[in-house]
């Protein structure tokens, strides 16, 4: 028996995917969750949907399979169909995966697509090669692995208020060099746990066995040059954006600020964090600065 259409039918299905999306989320970044709750509930649910599916793809590569007892053969076909099911799903504006269901729909809702997912899942492929990084690699998986995530964020802020050309190609900067930032400084602190756990090193030329202050102040230096540009088009983004943006900024602005205080040899023993009250003032004082939500 054939079932008559019902649009209503899609909706649910679509909210039970945000709603396992915002669920991956909350188990993965509080830090994160304090930014995104600073957006209105429609570009929330996008950014939830969009980070839902780089979290999972980031857990075949760096977690859970292989803790399950995945090789990394095992891992490459489980990242290579997941891909498969998004690109599917981003053309049919369905999947049976909820996660990649509500990613799609909002790909397809935002007009972005293969352009910014092949590269993020290159990236995340290039995270199960052993081979050491060439200086010649970095720049490509960082665009794929943060700055294409930036990207995406950056469609579904613009959704309900499109800007012009020239507006958009200063924000589309702004994005990429945020998303640039963030990947450094999580590569800056999480060097340990990369190099001794992971046998990752994301800064060819530099020994992580022997971490020195010159070399910690090249990275940060490079950093805040990201976030400085990033700063720039901070104005430009939809109001209701701008003060989730700016507190994410803030925090790892924070971070930077707490690396270069931190002595190379601290660094390489521990992950740097920001404290759960600074978080929490760092978004206050992006909601009453920035226009934005002042929940």
């Avoid at 075949?60 to 998004?86: F, I, K, P, R």
């Avoid at 050491?132 to 208020?161: K, T």
């Avoid at 945020?178 to 994301?202: E, H, M, P, S």
Wanted: glycine residues 6%; negative net charge.
């Amino acid at each position: 028996m054939t079932r008559r259409h019902d649009p209503s039918l899609l909706e649910r299905y679509t909210d039970a995917a945000e709603a396992s999306s915002a669920t991956v989320i909350s188990h993965y970044s509080t830090s994160f969750g304090a930014a995104a709750r600073l957006l209105d509930p429609a570009a929330r649910r996008r950014i939830r949907s969009i980070y839902a599916l780089v979290r999972v793809a980031d857990e075949v590569v760096d977690g859970s399979a292989a803790e399950a007892g995945l090789d990394l053969d095992a891992q490459h076909e489980v990242l290579d169909a997941l891909e498969a099911d998004t690109e599917r799903a981003m053309e049919l504006g369905y999947s049976a995966n909820l996660v990649v269901h509500a990613f799609a729909r909002v790909a397809r809702d935002t007009g972005f697509g293969v352009e910014l997912t092949r590269p993020f899942f290159a990236s995340m492929r290039r995270d199960l090669d052993p081979a050491p990084f060439a200086a010649d690699e970095i720049g490509p998986y960082i665009h794929g692995s943060a700055e294409v995530v930036g990207l995406m964020c950056l469609a579904a802020f613009l959704a309900d208020e499109p800007a012009d050309a020239a507006r958009r190609t200063r924000l589309e900067r702004g994005a990429v060099h945020l998303g640039a930032a963030f990947q450094k400084i999580n590569f800056l602190r999480d060097l340990a746990v990369d190099w001794r756990t992971l046998g990752r090193n994301y800064f060819p030329g530099v020994d992580p066995d022997a971490f020195t202050e010159a070399d910690k102040t090249a990275i940060l230096d490079d950093i805040d040059h990201d976030l400085s540009i990033a700063r720039e088009s901070l104005p430009e983004l939809p109001r209701r954006a701008r003060s989730a943006v700016a507190a994410a900024h803030g925090l790892f602005a924070s971070l930077t600020a707490r690396c270069r205080a931190t002595p190379a040899t601290e660094i390489i023993a521990t992950r740097i964090r920001v404290p759960d009250g600074e978080k929490l003032a760092i978004a206050v004082r992006s909601a009453l600065t920035t226009g934005g939500n002042r929940r």
